[in-house]
């Protein structure tokens, strides 16, 4: 029967898992409070990876996920994290971080930075050890793209996390928004510095200097159509943006973010665009969760992989909270409010995931550090809500507290 099986019937066999498995975990084990659904989709791809169900049922797994079906998961996944990073663009809203410049800048810069410097270093340990760094990959590339792994924030991620908290239209959710939206900024510069391929600078120099020509006269055409037809001409400047900066070397997720990211926000209905993204969540995104589970594969490391995922998730947690903490003391913050600040700022899992996956195409991470970097983005996506929801019933007055 199974021998009879054509392609596109083992696409539906594989979509039917993608869709299913999670959604049963997530509503019958009532997982919300501490796994919220996309958790669930992303360690339910890593399970239905090689590591795992590859190793436990080879035949079932080669019949289900063989190379044909791979590669139509692939294009659908690469669409929908292309839409993502592209809303997470348009989401940024770096006027606001104008009007509060000085403290958004001092605590973007500590929350960024400090988590950087503790990922750098657990990053130059595992150098000391064979098959973590990629072979694409100079020293300072590893070390600098293992570091800015630890230090993201994921922003879209963040703001589903403060709905559920009921916190995302208050003062500190506020707040908390404008540290992130500058911190992806500088997230997405470090990638494009770690790509920087000195074969193809031309070529990348010649993308950045076409964008910056071209973003003026799209950003005029935009103001200029109905909002109906501004939806899909951007999804044209998104494919042309990706396929662009793709071709430069920098990655089409480089593109899809600098897409967004010269977008205002105010062009769309705001509550179109909120169900755009759960909507892209929902529909297609769990597709790049299992795309991204498939890729994990921890048969080399064994558990030194497990072991340098804790040290990476302790490195990323002490180094956020390190870095509010001093923020906080810098500006006068009240007691408790650095620790609710940095512990919602260390919630990784979309951005990460999008993140090493670059530095995995790219050759500058090894299977094994991709899936340490994936486990540390669920284990601090997963502690985020358990550990800040008890904080802010115990200083609720934050929540009410003007920048």
Same mark, same amino acid.
């Given at each position: ?15 039917? @898992? ?13 997982? +919300? ?21 590859? /190793? ?127 911190? +992806? ?5 470090? #990638? ?30 935009? @103001? ?47 509550? /179109? ?6 909507? @892209? ?68 899992? #979309? ?22 970097? #994936? ?29």
């Amino acid at each position: 029967m199974f021998s009879a099986m054509g392609t596109v019937e083992i696409f539906l066999i594989a979509m039917g @898992v993608i869709f299913t498995l999670p959604y049963l975990i997530w509503r019958v084990g009532n997982t +919300d409070y501490f796994a919220p659904l996309v958790v669930v989709q992303i360690i339910t791809g890593i399970l239905l990876g090689p590591g795992i169900l590859g /190793r436990a049922y080879p035949e079932y797994y080669s019949f289900v996920f063989n190379a044909q079906v791979i590669q139509a998961l692939n294009g659908i996944a690469w669409w929908a994290v292309m839409i993502f990073v592209m809303i997470a663009g348009i989401e940024l809203d770096l006027k606001k971080a104008w009007e509060h410049r000085r403290e958004s800048t001092i605590t973007a810069s500590l929350a960024l930075g400090t988590p950087l410097l503790f990922g750098c270093v657990a990053a130059l340990g595992m150098l000391g050890y064979a098959g973590w760094q990629g072979p694409g990959a100079r020293d300072w590339q590893f070390v600098l793209g293992v570091g800015m792994a630890c230090a993201v924030t994921a922003l879209p991620i963040l703001i589903l996390l403060m709905e559920k908290l009921e916190i995302l239209r208050e003062p500190i959710g506020q707040r908390i928004l404008r540290y992130a939206s500058l911190d +992806d900024i500088a997230i997405w510069g470090v #990638l494009a510095l770690i790509l920087l391929d000195w074969e193809r600078v031309g070529r990348q120099a010649g993308f950045l200097a076409v964008f910056g020509v071209a973003t003026p006269a799209f950003r005029r055409l935009m @103001v200029w159509l109905e909002e109906r037809d501004r939806w899909y001409v951007s999804l044209v400047w998104l494919a042309v943006c990706s396929l662009a900066a793709d071709w430069a070397g920098l990655h089409f997720m480089v593109g899809a973010f600098l897409a967004g990211a010269v977008m205002d926000a105010s062009w769309f209905d705001q509550a /179109r665009l909120d169900m755009l993204r759960h909507n @892209v969540l929902m529909v297609i995104m769990p597709v790049f969760f299992l795309s991204t589970g498939l890729r994990t594969d921890w048969s080399v490391g064994g558990p030194a992989v497990f072991l340098a995922a804790a040290v990476l998730l302790a490195a990323s947690v002490a180094g956020k909270l390190a870095g509010t903490h001093i923020a906080g003391r810098f500006l006068g913050w009240e007691r408790g409010e650095a620790s609710i600040i940095g512990w919602l700022l260390q919630t990784k899992a #979309l951005i990460m995931i999008i993140f090493v996956n670059i530095l995995l195409d790219k050759g500058v991470i090894t299977n094994d550090t991709f899936t340490a970097l #994936l486990l540390m983005a669920v284990g601090s996506t997963m502690l985020t809500v358990p550990v800040v929801y008890p904080k802010l019933r115990r200083v609720a007055a934050l929540v009410w507290k003007a920048s």
